[in-house]
């Protein structure tokens, strides 16, 4: 079993920061992408960003293009959300994902693991 622990959540003003991190571990496998995924109260969770682990290839949803950064460090199998200029409308509980083959990186059907989930607050 793969355990993905997720840390950094919080509440900020609006315009700060926050970064995420995301920790795999467990029994040793080999993923192919790693993402972020985000739901809001009454809404259904969307594709954040996401990162091909071997290439390092990343990709963001339109309206984080450029305020949110992923990467990942390899050795210890984490993958990281670094959050800037954050708006009330990036309020929403975070989710780290894993999948052995994904194909999609921005469909949630293509990971096979999943964090608890980190609330993420911005106040106006």
């Known amino acids: 079993q793969v355990q993905l622990v997720e840390s950094g959540g919080g509440l900020v003003q609006a315009g700060g920061s926050l970064r995420l991190s995301c920790a795999a571990s467990?029994?040793?496998?080999?993923?192919?992408?790693m993402g972020w995924f985000r739901q809001a109260p009454g809404k259904e969770r969307e594709f954040v960003a996401g990162?091909?682990?071997?290439?390092?290839?990343?990709y963001y949803a339109d309206d984080v293009k450029g305020r949110f950064t992923i990467s990942r460090d390899r050795a210890k199998n984490t993958v990281y959300l670094q959050m800037n200029s954050l708006e009330p409308e990036d309020t929403a509980v975070y989710y780290c994902?894993?999948?052995?083959?994904?194909?999609?990186?921005?469909?949630?059907?293509?990971?096979?693991?999943w964090g608890q989930g980190t609330q993420v607050t911005v106040s106006s």
């Open positions: 990162i091909r682990w071997s290439g390092g290839y990343t």
């Open positions: 467990g029994r040793t496998f080999s993923q192919s992408a």
């Open positions: 994902a894993a999948g052995t083959y994904v194909g999609n990186v921005y469909r949630s059907q293509d990971y096979n693991y």
